[in-house]
């Protein structure tokens, strides 16, 4: 029997990328529309025609074609925020190791505290800070930690006062939460230093997944240099490392492609059912949404690789501390965690390096 | 003998040999690529078709649900007298998606893919 390989996916996906912005001719769309019937065949179990077909579903909305309607098979796997967050925190290991080794990182460097305030921004509803606050516990000399959590969304921040008011009676230290609704790059220093003002102790900033929120680069740099403004003890950042900051649409979708291939593969891994992979797959189609089916000035979702945030921390008055872990947990799911010279903890996945953990301290000039 | 013609596709007929020979190039519209599937099926259930010989080389991309027309005729040939049929693989990669979607086709099965058409013919000539 005389047959053939099916073509690498990748290369066709690259081929149809490569006609935007303007090049969508009827044979355009009738080749989007053949590859996505090919992912779509087999989309259960094969990641790399899950993503696909997610870049696919963004790209389609990025310029209007219909045709195959992709939802019907992907809402199968739809799971609910609960089941999601859960997944996140407690199986997905660039989440929960990321939450765990910062709040790590945090402990150590308040452990000769009393008095300690929390900058978290984008807290959510405060998932990592009560991990945080309950490891904070284990501190013989904490007496009171404020957290001021930064939060645009108002529920969210509901939802963490919630959670550590049910905390409080759990901790042996005073714990005090200041909520404060707000976009972080709409902060100034003079409202940060009235923020802080009636609180007491060593301040520790904390930015998890947070700030490639911020759209664009001038704001950043002024981020950084709010966040310097008061003398913090340290800040904590945990970043995707990939470039989806760049504004050229066939890079970004390579870079786009490149990391989450490589998700897929640690989701893969994961000892939890298809359909939950699936749905936590289905997910980061909301991520690969804004990076691939949005314009560059509507995007939210803008990586950048390690080595810029720590461009911008030096630049905004920070030095980054290398090694800030004396020994690594194993995180499983084939990912090895790795100190890299010029400043981060890398998660890193075959030969990716899917997430960093920078730690930084104010440089103090005599 | 020419069967069929069109700016994409040209059907023709060997007598001596009971064959048909498809020759598509570039990217054929809906219409026009059932119309030229539909000739064929015309064509062998009025005249002595032993084997196809479809030489999809230049061919662009076929609409998923024109390739499962495509697919779904297969039956009516065999059932006129079809022993074989052989595919010319293309070299674009979008057209190999559609070949391989009609290849995943039940009713396509014991349709054979070369790598040119001199391999074709060599199996076509055996049956």
Known sequence: MQTFPPPRIYDALGLIMSYYPNHFTEQAKVEIETLLDHCLETLHDDSEKFLSTLIIKALRKMIGTSGIDEHIYLKRYEITQIELFNILIKEFPFVKWGHEIANTLICNKLKDSENAIIVDIGIGQGIQMVHLLQKLNSLPKIKNVTIIGIEPFIDALEATGENFSRLKSQVNYNLHFEPWNIFIENIKEATFAEKLAPFNGEIIINASLALHHIQTLDNRLQVMSVLRSPSPKGIVLVEPNIDHFEPDFNRRFHNCYQ???HIFQVIDN?????????????FFGREIEDIIGHKNSERYEKHEPAFRWIEKLIHGGFAVQNNFLEKLPEVGS???????????LGFRYKSETVLSVIYAEPVHIA | MIVHKHANVTIEYDQAKQRLKQTWSGFIPSKDFRDAIDATVVFAAKNPVRTIISDTLNQGVVKPEDTEYAGSVMPKLVAKGLKGMAFVIPENIFTQLSLKKFANNEQTKGVQYFKSESDAVVWLNSL
């Not at chain 1, 994961?270 to 289905?282: P, S």
């Not at chain 1, 084939?334 to 981060?344: A, K, M, R, V």
Request: without cysteine.
């Open chain 1, 270 to 282: 994961l000892n939890i059912d298809q359909y939950t992979k699936n749905g936590l797959k289905l």
């Open chain 1, 334 to 344: 084939g990912i090895d965690l790795y100190f890299n010279e010029s400043g981060y």
């Open chain 1, 259 to 261: 990391h989450f291939y």
